[in-house]
């Protein structure tokens, strides 16, 4: 079993940058892989990022690529996303999301455990 709780959403301006964090109990961290998703109102939830449980494999959805950057911390348990260059585009509420495997993916259904969320605003 793995807890994970989201913390860093708000509001903020086009261009501006917020910094997302999820922390994470239960189970060995660093023997799982971690990703974040968001969902806009009125759509599906959609893959932003996911890096693996030793931190060298990343990736992006192509929407965040060159603007968002996935990291970990697994002295810590920690995981967090920076988001630079935000559009209104990104708003949406972000979770964070754990798997039961060491390698990335990018489909919700491969994570097992989620967080409760956390909302991003983006005016413009």
């Known amino acids: 079993q793995v807890q994970l709780v989201e913390s860093g959403g708000g509001l903020v301006q086009a261009g501006g940058s917020l910094r997302l964090s999820c922390a994470a109990s239960g189970r060995t961290f660093s023997s799982i892989a971690m990703g974040w998703f968001r969902q806009a109102p009125g759509k599906e939830r959609e893959f932003v990022s996911t890096i693996g449980a030793s931190g060298v494999t990343t990736l992006y959805a192509e929407s965040v690529k060159g603007r968002f950057t996935i990291s970990r911390e697994n002295a810590k348990n920690t995981v967090t996303l920076q988001m630079n260059s935000l559009k209104p585009e990104d708003t949406a509420v972000y979770y964070c999301?754990?798997?039961?495997?060491?390698?990335?993916?990018?489909?919700?259904?491969?994570?097992?455990?989620w967080g409760q969320g956390t909302q991003v605003t983006v005016s413009s």
């Open positions: 999301a754990a798997r039961s495997a060491v390698a990335v993916a990018t489909r919700s259904s491969s994570y097992n455990y």
